[in-house]
């Protein structure tokens, strides 16, 4: 997790729900929008014979009602070099549906804005019990299709600027995740490694950088990660 409390928080189109027609979301210093390609028939199959992971669906910050951050982004004009893996140390919902996905997106901002202080959710994305995927900080979507810079983040002292945050919704210290939010992290790293040129041997673990439980045992299960994202890529 990003803070110390115990409820915490090639370009392929945008993503809004999965739609083809879909735009993403303003960010300084880009285009207004980015219009996502038009259907080209290319499967799963056709993806992996590519080898290219196909690009997960991830509401972008309008989607699920984000507030506008309290001041600009800082865009990083490099590529990140790892992923860090947290969990929220939220409650474990039993509702996995997507309305509480983007009210978990939602309470995240709030403490992160309100309670510490932060210009916007402090981590890049966040992964919901369910496995729906929605963008954490304004703008990080963004540059995540084009994969070439970053916006700094607020999830890890001494990386933020370095890399992305992916913030899974729960507590895992005693118990694992749900299949559905390990099967989305899985894809979330592959389509993010792939983006921006990472291994799979850079995706870490928040405790890898700071004296935290976080993020429980997932950290126990990084090396299978790394892995399953490792087969993804090719």
């Given amino acids: 997790m990003s803070v110390p409390v115990s409820r915490r ?32 028939g290319r499967t799963p199959a056709t993806a992996a014979a590519l080898g290219r992971v196909d690009q997960p669906v991830i509401a972008n910050c309008a989607t699920w009602g984000a507030r506008p951050p309290s001041s600009p982004v800082s865009v990083v004009e490099n ?21 509480r996905a983007y009210a978990n997106s939602r309470e995240i901002q709030d403490l992160h804005m309100d309670g510490n202080g932060w210009l916007d959710s402090g981590q890049h994305f966040t992964n919901s019990r369910g496995g729906q995927l929605t963008e954490g900080r304004h703008g990080s979507l963004y540059a995540l299709l084009h994969g070439q810079t970053m916006v700094q983040g607020a999830h890890c ?10 913030e899974n919704d729960g507590i895992y210290v005693d118990v694992q995740p749900p299949q559905a939010l390990w099967d989305s992290l899985v894809v979330f790293c592959a389509f993010t490694c792939q983006q921006y040129g990472i291994p799979a041997s850079q995706i870490y673990g928040h405790k890898d950088f700071a004296s935290t439980q976080c993020p429980g045992l997932l950290h126990d299960r990084l090396p299978e990660l790394r892995s399953a994202v490792a087969a993804r890529l090719g």
């Fill in 157 to 166: 002292v001494g990386q933020n600027s370095q890399a992305i945050g992916i």
């Fill in 9 to 40: 928080s090639v370009l392929r189109g945008a993503v809004l729900l999965g739609t083809a027609g879909a735009l993403a979301p303003a960010v300084p210093g880009g285009p207004a929008a980015v219009a996502a390609p038009p259907t080209t």
């Fill in 79 to 99: 590529r990140p070099s790892k992923i860090i893996v947290h969990h929220t140390a939220f409650p474990n919902s039993t509702d996995y549906s997507l309305a």
